[in-house]
């Protein structure tokens, strides 16, 4: 049986990659856009991203 432990970094290791993908897709477009004139570029705190994830995974679940 997997205990729960499991479950919780497996949900985290989620967490942790999609963070990362949103990080990379702001500078994907930063870079797409890096010639228009009025695009101002954007930036993730991937800490900051991961941080508030693990928060809501350790959020109570309602029953």
């Known amino acids: 049986m997997i205990s729960s432990h499991a479950f919780d970094?497996?949900?985290l290791l989620d967490k942790a990659a999609d963070a990362?993908?949103?990080?990379?897709?702001?500078?994907a477009n930063n870079l797409a856009?890096?010639?228009t004139p009025?695009?101002?570029?954007?930036?993730?705190?991937?800490?900051?991203?991961l941080m508030r994830e693990m928060m809501r995974l350790a959020?109570?679940?309602?029953?």
């Open 9 to 11: 970094s497996i949900n």
């Open 20 to 27: 990362s993908v949103k990080r990379e897709t702001v500078i």
């Open 33 to 35: 856009n890096a010639d």
């Open 38 to 49: 009025t695009y101002k570029r954007k930036d993730i705190d991937f800490s900051r991203t």
């Open 59 to 63: 959020e109570p679940k309602p029953v």
